[in-house]
């Protein structure tokens, strides 16, 4: 059962537009929400992270929101820039037994054109 | 500040042997937790280790066992290999109560 699902395996914007990922989740005992971006032979790096209590939360040119009702967050990007392409994993934190677990979606792979 | 490194960068098992695969936690960070990525999935939580006792365990089997260590790093042990275990194995730490995960580069174990 995929609590954390991320319903586009890939994205091509053209450089300097906005490029928008999006994430939708499951649990609402999930207390905050993660993004990280991927290149290929490293490990996860954290982007920007936004607590269940809030909307919206911004970090230069990265911008992530969230909508409880709906159970969705997503990752603005303005303007976007070739550096941007590489993989976007959504995650959700929540506590399991006495750890605090990341539950991740599957990725998004974000192209960004010149 | 160091961050978190993991060793070794790759490596190929065979079916049915044990793999240790090790990881140093970055500097001030006291809690290690272990992921394992297969192709074209996001990572998924294997454990947590906190004071060197594990404090949270996701979906695997016991041969999946691990160990801290008094200067935080950590181990993966990983029992009677199965094909399916091939997989990027990611090490990430962090202070306890913080969201503030560092990840390794990971570990590529291929099983053969």
């Known amino acids: 059962d995929q609590q954390v699902k991320q319903n586009s395996p890939s994205l091509s914007v053209q450089e300097g537009r906005i490029s928008i990922l999006n994430c939708d989740y499951t649990n609402s005992m999930f207390d905050y929400f993660l993004w990280y971006k991927k290149y290929p032979a490293e490990g996860p790096t954290f982007l920007i992270s936004i607590s269940s209590i809030k909307d919206k939360n911004e970090d230069g040119r990265f911008t992530v929101f969230l909508n409880k009702s709906a159970k969705h967050l997503s990752l603005h990007i303005v303007p976007s820039q070739p550096g941007d392409s590489a993989v976007y994993f959504c995650a959700a934190s929540e506590k399991w037994a006495g750890a605090q677990k990341l539950v991740f979606g599957q990725g998004t792979r974000l192209t960004i054109n010149p | 500040e160091t961050g978190v490194t993991q060793s070794p960068t790759h490596l190929i098992k065979t079916r049915g042997q044990q793999v240790t695969l090790r990881c140093s936690s970055q500097?001030?960070?006291?809690?290690v937790s272990w992921y394992q990525q297969a192709l074209g999935q996001g990572p998924q939580f294997i454990f947590q280790?906190?004071?060197?006792?594990?404090?949270g365990r996701g979906n695997f089997p016991p041969r999946f066992s691990g160990l801290q260590f008094p200067n935080y790093s950590s181990e993966l042990n990983v029992n009677a290999l199965e094909l399916d275990d091939s997989a990027l194995y990611l090490c990430a730490s962090t202070l306890q109560g913080s969201y503030g995960y560092t990840f390794g580069s990971g570990t590529r174990l291929t099983v053969v």
């Open positions: 280790y906190y004071r060197e006792e594990e404090n």
């Open positions: 500097s001030g960070h006291n809690t």
